[in-house]
C-alpha cells in the first residue's frame, strides 16, 4: 500500500475522532411536565433541556403549533437554570384546530412544540402534551398566533435525538466497520475467485485469507459496539433483534472458514476448499446483513419502516464526518490486511526454502 | 481522588459498570450518554491493539524459525 495513503488513512480516522467528539450537540428537549391538559386553562409547561444556555439566551420564543398554519404563543418566558423553562400558555376554551392525522399516513407531530432563541437555535418536541376538548373557562384569552418559519441558526451542531443523545457520536464509529468490513470480504472473495481461476500464479490464497481475518474483526468489533450501544438506547445488549442475530450468523459463518482452512495440513487441498467456502459465505453475507433485516421489523435503523440514511439520522454535519470515518477505516482495515498477509508471505516463502 | 480511581475503574470496564437501575444512578446515562461512546472508542482502539500483538506474535514465530537455521 502507498504510504501516502496510509497517510491520508490517519488523517482521516484522526479528523473522525476530533470532529466526532468535538462537534457539539444541538440543543434538544429532555423533558416536559404536565403532559396533559383541559381546554380553557392556563398552562405552566415545565421543560428540561440538554445543551441549552438559556440564562444567556434571550429573548426564547416558543409556541405550540396545532396544525400546519395554527399555533398558540406562549405568553411569558421564565428562566430557571441554563437547562430550565417555564413556559406559560392560555389554551382557549373554543374547540382547537388540532390536526391529528397527517395526509401521508404518518404520525401527527402536533402539538408540537417549537421554541427558537439566537443562542441555541432551533429546538422542537413533537405530540408535546395531551389536550382534553373540554371547556372550562378559566382562560379567555387565548394566545393564537400565526405561524411564522423559525430560522434556523448555522450552527455547526450533530442533532439531539431522544434515547440517543451522545450516542448518536457513535456513528461514526460503529457503522464504518461494517462498511470496512464488507469491502474487505469482498476483497477477500475477489481472490478467492482469482485463485481458482490460476491456482498457480499469484499469492491469491494467503490475500483472501487476510483481508477475510481483517474483515472478520472488524465484524466483531461492529457487532460487539453494536450490543453496547444497544444496552443503553434498547435497553439490552442481545434483544434478539434480526440484525443482531443476521449479522452474528454470519461472523460464525466465517468463523468456520479459518476452522476449515486450519484443518487441512496439504497446502493446495487447503486452499482450493477454503477458497470455494470463501464464496458460499460471501454469497450468504448479503442476504443475512441486507436482505432478510430489511424485509422484518427490526429496532435497527435502515430496517423495516425504520429509514437508515432519513434527514435526522444522518443531517449534513453527520455526513461531513462519517464518510471521511468510512473511508479512512477503509483504509486502515487494507493496510492491516496488508501487513498481515506479508507476514505469511513471508512464513510461506521460508517454508518452501526448507523443502 | 478516590472518586477519580473508580471513574477511571469503570473507564477501563465497561461491561463491569452497575446495571441500569434507574435514569439518575446509571453511570453511563449521565451527561447525556456520553461514556457509552467512551466505551465504544476504547473498545475499537483495544481491538485494534490485539491485533498488532496477534501480528508481532505471528512475527516473533517467524524470526524464530529464521534464526534457527
Known amino acids: 500500500m502507498n504510504k501516502y495513503l496510509k497517510f491520508i488513512a490517519v488523517l ?8 466526532g467528539l468535538l462537534i457539539p450537540l444541538s440543543t434538544g428537549v429532555l423533558s416536559v411536565l404536565p403532559r396533559s391538559i383541559n381546554t380553557g386553562n392556563y398552562l405552566k409547561l415545565e421543560l428540561k433541556a440538554y445543551n441549552a444556555q438559556f440564562d444567556s439566551a434571550v429573548p426564547v420564543e416558543a409556541r405550540i403549533r396545532l396544525n400546519p398554519s395554527t399555533a398558540l404563543c406562549a405568553t411569558s418566558i421564565e428562566v430557571k437554570s441554563p437547562n430550565e423553562l417555564q413556559l406559560n400558555f392560555a389554551i382557549p ?9 397527517m395526509k401521508d399516513g404518518k404520525k401527527s407531530p402536533f402539538p408540537l412544540l417549537e421554541m427558537v ?54 456513528l461514526f464509529y460503529h457503522v464504518p466497520m461494517w462498511f ?107 442476504p443475512l446483513l441486507y436482505v432478510i433485516p430489511r424485509m422484518v421489523d427490526s429496532l435497527h435503523p435502515g430496517m423495516g ?51 | 481522588m478516590k472518586n477519580r480511581i473508580y471513574t477511571s475503574l469503570f473507564l477501563l470496564l465497561p461491561f463491569a459498570a452497575f ?11 449521565n451527561i447525556g450518554k456520553i461514556y457509552v461512546v467512551a466505551a465504544v472508542m476504547l473498545l475499537l482502539f483495544g481491538t485494534m491493539i490485539a491485533f498488532m500483538i496477534y501480528l508481532e506474535r505471528k512475527l516473533d514465530r517467524l524470526e524464530e524459525l529464521m534464526n534457527d537455521d
Request: hydrophobic share 45%; net charge neutral.
Open chain 1, 180 to 286: 470496512a468490513m464488507m469491502l474487505l470480504l469482498f476483497v477477500s472473495v475477489i481472490h478467492s475467485i482469482l485463485y481458482l481461476r490460476k491456482p498457480q500464479i499469484g499469492d491469491h490464497d494467503n490475500k483472501a485469507a487476510s483481508f477475510a481475518t481483517v474483515g472478520v474483526l472488524f465484524g466483531i468489533v461492529g457487532i460487539t459496539t453494536g450490543a453496547i450501544w444497544a444496552k443503553h438506547t434498547w435497553g439490552s445488549y442481545w434483544s434478539f433483534d434480526v440484525k443482531q442475530n443476521t449479522s452474528a450468523i454470519a461472523l460464525l459463518i466465517y468463523l468456520a472458514y479459518f476452522v476449515l482452512r486450519s484443518s487441512f495440513e496439504d497446502m493446495d487441498k487447503r486452499a482450493r476448499v477454503a477458497a470455494i467456502y470463501n464464496i458460499f459465505a460471501f454469497a450468504t453475507l448479503i
Open chain 2, 19 to 29: 446495571a441500569q437501575e434507574s435514569q439518575s444512578n446509571d453511570y453511563f446515562g
Open chain 1, 305 to 355: 419502516n425504520n429509514p437508515a440514511f432519513s434527514k435526522l439520522d444522518l443531517d449534513n454535519t453527520m455526513r461531513m464526518v462519517f464518510y471521511p470515518a468510512v473511508v479512512g477505516w477503509i483504509m486502515m482495515g487494507w493496510w492491516m490486511a496488508t501487513i498481515a498477509m506479508r507476514i505469511e508471505a513471508l512464513k510461506i516463502k521460508k517454508m518452501e526454502q526448507d523443502t
Open chain 1, 93 to 101: 376554551a373554543s374547540k382547537l384546530p388540532l390536526q391529528t392525522e
Open chain 1, 12 to 19: 482521516l480516522i484522526a479528523y473522525s475522532i476530533l470532529a
Open chain 1, 117 to 170: 432563541d439566537a443562542q441555541n437555535g432551533y429546538t422542537s418536541l413533537e405530540s408535546v402534551l395531551f389536550i382534553e376538548q373540554k371547556h372550562s373557562n378559566k382562560a379567555d384569552t387565548a394566545s393564537f398566533c400565526s405561524v411564522v418559519p423559525y430560522r434556523s441558526t448555522d450552527k455547526t451542531s450533530f442533532p439531539f435525538l431522544n434515547i440517543l443523545e451522545e450516542t448518536i457520536r457513535n
